[in-house]
């Protein structure tokens, strides 16, 4: 099997290295191995190369069976035009390797639970996962520029009715090996495209008999997911809505540091990456929390490489080492700990 | 001085029929008298008249100096089309009267802080208020369609620079009469719209020296509403954002329904509305809340009428009954006497 590692800007190259020493691990491990690769993405690809996205990252990873990728992002680029900004390296590769599902599991880590901001009746058996569509709507629609002289903007949220098939078949497939209950979300009150979605969401039900659909509105959902989070099983939304949705429930549990995602699609490659960004305020100190990203990897063997088992153990580990009170954010310096725990565990 | 009350659906009607009452005693504790009108809208103007916002209502709001609403939308008008569904008389309404920015103040109630999802801690001095940009962006930019023989759709998110403009120097000039913070939430990493947002709020910067701005991005905003919702003074963002950001933040203090909403614009009459909708299942039991629109007359009374004493009192009023641990929602029937405290408070 074929790994593209794309470490990016920030802890993503801190993480990432800390990964690739779990990925050469449990290969051998299992008695395999693997062909390992790097490649360039984010600010750091537009200094070397002058865009975010290099055309041989992009053929890299289309070679490979997964990519995984750390983070891209800093202050540094922030003033830079919108299509050579880091953030357009990633929004291409999404694009690139058509990664239209993007799942974000979110549960209570019991260990944690003190650093959560709800109170803890609240987190019971909270255990969710959010699949975000991340190809299309109002990330990708056109026309999105300026208008009238300058004087107007516009951007454009827009998407086929297969686009939106693909992303809720994903959805209802991963609630029949769960809970069986979907939520989906929606602005049907108010947007064409939601109308659209509900629609195709209803019509696809009747092929997944086995599942509860609701639906919500995005606003309410936005109440719900701090009121009841463990009233959820799989949610599923559009592009825009997902992302803030995702990020609100990213903190519900405690530690934005321990979230992983995978952003899968058809047939090629799965993108596996934390759900936290660059961090540059603590880049290179040897601090950040590795465990969002070996959890990645963890979807990654379970989604993409085909070795369940291994992606359980990972987990297991990675909840032990919480449970035994570790901490690598509250702890500078403990990385390296980290990582010895995560060796053993996977041995 | 003229207002208009447009009761709407569900608990709409309960609500501002108490409201109804609280004006007149407000006007008879100052030695006035107003001008207090009807009109029709939403559900229950479409079963009328056709239409979920009959022309006669707008011409009436518009000779008004204030508009009151309750609330509108039930299950019985969740299929027809979206042009006469009552949350398009709602938009419409918004749309007319020009009001283009909805101002949502957002506080700890000592007395409520039992019934919030979140850990007390996080909730001490929380005072903060959004404004949401309301009769642009997604809501209303054309295209919104069907498109390609109806598989795929289109939703426009549109702004002049001008309606980014008015809404921000309305939100620096709230900041200016608090705590000199101001939030801008946009999503500048991805969007056009809030590049140029975010181009406007730091030019009208330099007009407001004395409040400081800060920059967030919507995904982020929606986790530090979470985690450190005391750190925010005023917040402005575009509309679609505004709408779930605002009832995130809702639920942060205990209970939607304390909470008020006021919606301006340049030269015509307010409007004011509480924030929870008509919760068809509670309708008609006399059991609604009806602190939120009794807030919401507060903030007509200081807002739009000129009598900002009169909106004290009616706040103080309401604090002194919650401290005093009285709670309608969970107290069937007790609206009448929460009714005659605010009456006695007023006089
Ligand atoms: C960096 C940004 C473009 C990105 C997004 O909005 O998709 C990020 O917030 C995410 O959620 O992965
Ligand atoms: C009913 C709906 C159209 C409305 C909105 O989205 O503006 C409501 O959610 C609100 O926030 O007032």
Redesign the interface.
């Known amino acids: 099997k074929r790994i593209v590692i794309l470490p990016g800007d920030g802890i993503g190259r801190e993480v990432t290295a800390e990964a690739r020493q779990l990925l050469v691990d449990v290969a051998a491990a299992l008695g395999l191995q693997w062909e390992l690769d790097e490649g360039l993405i984010g600010g750091g690809a537009y200094e070397e190369t002058g865009t975010p996205l290099p055309e041989e990252t992009v053929a890299k990873c289309l070679r490979a069976d997964a990519v995984l990728l750390g983070a891209v ?1 800093g202050p540094k680029w922030d003033s830079l035009p ?1 299509d050579v ?1 880091p ?1 357009a390296g990633l ?1 291409g590769i999404r694009k690139r390797l058509n990664v239209f599902a993007n799942l974000r599991p979110i549960r209570t880590w019991p260990g944690l639970m003190l650093a ?4 803890s009746e ?1 987190l019971e058996g909270v255990d969710m996962i959010i699949v975000r569509e991340l190809t299309g709507g ?2 990708f ?1 056109q026309p ?3 208008v ?1 002289g ?13 686009e939106i098939e693909r992303v809720v078949r994903q959805a209802f497939s991963l609630a029949q090996g769960r809970r069986r209950k979907l939520t989906s979300v929606d ?1 049907a ?5 939601s ?2 979605w509900r629609e195709v969401v209803n019509e696809l039900s009747a092929e997944y008999p086995d599942v509860a659909v609701e639906h919500v509105l ?3 959902a ?2 719900q ?3 009841r989070p463990n009233s959820f099983d799989v949610i599923v939304t559009e592009n ?2 997902g ?6 429930a ?3 549990t405690g530690s ?1 540091g321990m979230l992983p995602s995978a952003s899968i699609g058809g047939e090629g490659p799965g993108l596996y990456e934390p759900v936290h960004g660059s961090a540059p305020d603590i880049a290179g100190q040897g601090i950040a929390n590795p465990l969002a990203t070996f959890l990645s990897v963890a979807m990654m063997l379970r989604h993409s490489l085909g070795y369940p088992q291994a992606a359980d153990a990972i987990e297991a580990a990675v909840l032990a080492v919480i449970e035994q009170g570790v901490r690598t954010r509250d702890l500078a310096g403990s990385n390296q700990a980290f990582v010895g725990t995560k060796e053993m565990s996977e041995l």
Request: proline share 2%; glycine share 8%; net charge negative.
């Open positions: 992002g919108g900004r953030e929004l959560s901001p709800l109170k609240l109002l990330y629609g999105k520029a300026r009238e300058g004087q107007a903007v516009v951007d454009t949220l827009y998407y086929t009715r297969g602005k009150n108010v947007l064409e495209s109308r659209m995005v606003d309410n936005a109440m997911l701090v009121t825009m809505f992302d803030i949705l995702s990020d609100e990213a903190v519900l934005i």
